[in-house]
T-cell receptor, first 114, second 114 residues
Framework: EDQVTQSPEALRLQEGESSSLNCSYT??????LFWYRQDPGKGPEFLFT???AGEEKEKERLKATLTKKESFLHITAPKPEDSATYLC???????????????FGKGTKLSVKP | GAVVSQHPSWVICKSGTSVKIECRSL??????MFWYRQFPKQSLMLMAT?????????EQGVEKDKFLINHASLTLSTLTVTSAHPEDSSFYIC??????????FGPGTRLTVL
């Protein structure tokens, strides 16, 4: 069964304290892995798409990496405004006849204290 | 670019009434739109996938007669919750994108059924 597991569930950091969020996945035929940021009461905001092992992408203080079994979201010198829930999702082959479906992890809630 | 809007952002209705939620891709054409549901402190659960001009594909366990989806154009999809009951209260989020590409999410609609 295809699934996505994110860890830790919650992470508290001091401003400037770098860390990483993990997304482990099992999917038959990965077509893409996505990272989103979600603030309370809002829809997910797109961050990155990764397609193949070894790929890396960066945006400001965030860097996403991908291996054959997991992805990491590295946060360098975080600021309080980085506080949010970070969601990982995978896109595999057709699920029940529906193309393009995403399977989401439960997310990591990040809190950055000043 | 890649902006998706939803309307309304929140709605309160009486039990037994129907509610329509609109999802629009503002600056791109989406061949596929997705509807998700999110309960408090949980991740997104896909309800259905809609392709422009064709019937929606519903996930297992989602009542197609209760959650009516119409994808009338490449920029508009609507979700109608018919005869809403308190258990339908949730956060509904749409996304839009190409089938094999990144999904961009709307800001969500908070539905409360009294």
């Amino acid at each position: 069964e295809d699934q996505v597991t994110q860890s830790p569930e919650a992470l508290r950091l001091q401003e400037g304290e770098s860390s990483s969020l993990n997304c482990s996945y099992t999917v038959s035929g990965l077509r893409g892995l996505f990272w989103y940021r979600q603030d309370p009461g809002k829809g997910p905001e797109f961050l990155f798409t990764l397609y193949s092992a070894g790929e890396e992408k960066e945006k400001e203080r965030l860097k996403a990496t991908l291996t054959k079994k997991e992805s990491f979201l590295h946060i360098t010198a975080p600021k309080p405004e980085d506080s949010a829930t970070y969601l990982c999702a995978v896109q595999g082959p057709n699920y029940g006849g529906s193309q393009g479906n995403l399977i989401f992890g439960k997310g990591t809630k990040l809190s950055v204290k000043p | 670019g890649a902006v998706v809007s939803q309307h309304p952002s929140w709605v309160i209705c009486k039990s037994g009434t129907s509610v329509k939620i609109e999802c629009r891709s503002l600056d791109f054409q989406a061949t596929t739109m997705f509807w998700y549901r999110q309960f408090p402190k949980q991740s997104l659960m896909l309800m259905a996938t809609s392709n422009e001009g064709s019937k929606a594909t519903y996930e297992q366990g989602v009542e197609k007669d209760k959650f009516l989806i119409n994808h009338a154009s490449l920029t508009l999809s609507t979700l109608t919750v018919t005869s809403a009951h308190p258990e339908d209260s949730s956060f509904y989020i749409c996304s839009a994108g190409m089938i094999t590409d990144t999904q961009y999410f709307g800001p969500g609609t908070r539905l409360t059924v009294l």
